[in-house]
């Protein structure tokens, strides 16, 4: 099946419109006609070759939202018209510890969403700057919000679910301080994530102009980071920090901000490594430096699921595909509030 898509030839080409085949389905798939697709930094970097081992013609997008047009024989779980989404994930062993702990994020087998070897045509995955694509059933999310909500829901599948995770597994709730640092497309979901789970959220940003933003977005406190003061009024007082920044920082000026046995968890996905932090300031009070990716399917789930609950949606500005080459330049400024969604009806021209 030819379908319309979005993509680059080589890494220092402009994205531009494609046609790229997608399979049959098979018995346990699901195929879906993409409404909207989110667009990551990550994109960003596969896409301009900036991460090693770029496939080309490279289709990127792991922030899909659609509806389901077709199931395979042995799907049971969706029918056709079912809202769903799909994520990062495309395929895994499905029979490691961490695919039976419903934790594919972390399979060595685990097949991302664009640019990971695949049978089907031209062989690795292509994403979701496209008008459709055929998933595997167990990777395929329900979305139980509203519909008129859907272009908002998208990057959930990968901001939402990038930042729940961590949230979640270090136990973030009522009674807990919990920073988050920077307030871009993951951090703004952070805040959001972590005021409805009940925490006392404090928003770290390099920029005055983003302090109201922060507590609108549900932050109880704002520091401005090049504030040394104001830094230095948090000094050993936190229980968790979610780290969203994609550039290389000093970790060492947020480390020291962390209690006794207190964790920074960093999700941000620079392209150069960050300066190595002062093991002392690890090792005076039993701090943790951890790091966590995605999340499994089930948490996925779950996430979608409490957002709903919730009414959590990300805060978007919809784009055509003609402008997705724009979007990239502004999201490298950091000029978008905080997440530009693709409207897929648009690749068809």
């Known amino acids: 099946m030819r ?3 979005y993509g680059a030839r080589a890494g220092d080409k402009p994205l531009e419109p494609l046609q790229i085949t997608r399979r049959t389905p098979g018995a346990h798939d699901v195929q879906i006609d993409i409404a909207f697709c989110g667009i990551c930094h990550s994109d960003l970097h596969q896409v301009r070759a900036e991460w ?5 013609p490279c289709v990127p997008g792991h922030e899909i939202v659609g509806w389901v047009a077709a199931v395979g024989a042995h799907v049971s779980v969706f029918k056709t018209g079912d809202l769903v989404g799909v994520g990062c994930i495309v395929d895994s062993c499905k029979h490691c510890d961490d695919c039976d702990s419903g934790l594919e994020n972390y399979c ?3 097949i991302g969403t664009y640019n990971f070897p695949t049978p089907d045509e031209p062989g690795w995955t292509l994403g979701g700057y496209s008008q459709n694509i055929v998933v595997h059933e167990r990777y395929v ?3 139980r919000h509203a519909e008129d909500q859907l272009a908002a829901v998208a990057p959930l599948l990968c901001a939402g679910i990038t930042t729940y995770s961590p949230l979640r597994h270090w136990n973030v709730g009522p009674g807990k301080k919990v920073g988050v640092v920077g307030i871009g497309g993951l951090g703004h979901m952070g805040i959001k994530l972590a005021h409805a789970m009940g ?10 102009s983003k302090r109201e933003d922060a507590r609108q977005l549900g932050a109880d406190e704002v520091v401005v980071s090049r504030n040394a003061e104001e830094m230095a009024g948090h000094t050993k007082s936190f229980d968790f920090i979610l780290n969203t920044v994609a550039a290389p920082h000093d970790l060492d000026a947020l480390l020291v901000l962390l209690k006794r046995d207190g964790t920074m968890a960093l999700v941000g996905a620079p392209a150069t490594a960050h300066p190595s932090p002062n093991v002392f300031n690890l090792i005076m009070k039993r701090r943790t430096l951890a790091g966590s990716m995605i999340g499994g399917i089930p948490e996925t789930q779950e996430m979608l699921d409490f957002c709903a609950e919730h009414g959590i949606v990300a805060d978007i500005e919809l784009v055509r595909a003609e402008q997705i080459n724009a979007s990239y330049e502004r999201m490298l400024k950091g000029d978008v509030k905080y997440r530009f969604v693709i409207d ?3 690749l068809a021209g």
Do not use: K, Y
């Open 3 to 5: 379908v319309q898509a």
């Open 52 to 56: 090693a081992g770029t496939q080309f």
């Open 108 to 110: 060595d087998g685990m």
């Open 141 to 143: 999310l329900r979305i």
């Open 199 to 208: 925490a006392h959220v404090v928003a770290f940003t390099t920029s005055e």
């Open 344 to 346: 897929n009806a648009s």
